[in-house]
């Protein structure tokens, strides 16, 4: 199985704050990476497909990059609402597997 | 709107089982990939089963053998039956339909919608 691996952990941050989540995969996976948000009690969402696109509904300031094996999730200006979990996910192969998750908290 | 519905979950004995249902509004669920993920308390996603349209079947190495995902197309709905549980199955368990992209000409696939969620417990 593919192995994710997601840094940092934890991060704490302000809003309007630029953060940046690194993923990466134990082989290349090309660009078969996505990435959701997680909320306490609450079904995760999609926000990128395919490394880099966004899904509807998404606001513009989520964007992700990469390929290969190193990954990248911004989100460019943190608004109240971004404080969550975010874990990326590999679709190269048979089982899809996830990172760990990364903590996103208020400083 | 497109939207998924877990339940079913609960305290059960080691060695119990339990069914999972998961219902679905504003798509078909036979015609879809259809998935079960868990998370066990403190950890990642873990996927655990997935159910082509053609009604092939796939599970991870950790639940084959023990559990069975299935659906009932008159109740548009997904359900996972899980047999000789252990506390290691403790966790939330998630259904999602994969959506499969081949424009572009690769096929991606991710995870959307997922449901809330129901909490699986194994303890005795």
């Known amino acids: 199985d593919i192995q994710m691996t997601q840094s940092p952990s934890s991060l704490s941050a302000s809003v309007g704050d630029r953060v940046t989540i690194t993923c990466r995969a134990s082989q290349s996976i090309s660009s078969y990476l996505n990435w959701y948000q997680q909320k306490p009690g609450r079904a995760p969402k999609l926000l990128i497909y395919a490394a880099s696109s966004l899904q509807s509904g998404v606001p513009s300031r989520f964007s992700g990059s990469g390929s290969g094996t190193d990954f990248t999730l911004t989100i460019s200006s943190l608004q109240p609402e971004d404080f969550a979990t975010y874990c990326c996910q590999q679709s190269y192969s048979m089982p899809p597997t996830f990172g760990q998750g990364t903590r996103l908290e208020i400083k | 709107e497109v939207q998924l519905v877990e339940s079913g979950g609960g305290l059960v004995q080691p060695g119990g089982s339990l069914r999972l249902s998961c219902a679905a509004s504003?798509?078909?669920?036979?015609?879809?990939?259809m998935s079960w993920v868990r998370q066990a308390p403190g950890k990642g996603l873990e996927w655990v089963s997935m159910?082509?349209?053609?009604?092939?079947?796939y599970y991870a190495d950790s639940v084959r053998g023990r559990f069975t995902i299935s659906r009932d197309n008159s109740r548009n709905t997904l359900y996972l039956q899980m047999n000789s549980l252990t506390a290691e199955d403790t966790a939330v368990y998630y259904c999602a339909r994969m959506v499969p992209d081949c424009s572009g000409g690769s096929c991606h696939n991710w995870f959307d919608p997922w449901g809330q969620g129901t909490l699986v417990a194994v303890s005795s």
């Open positions: 504003g798509f078909t669920v036979s015609s879809n990939y």
């Open positions: 159910i082509y349209s053609v009604g092939s079947t």
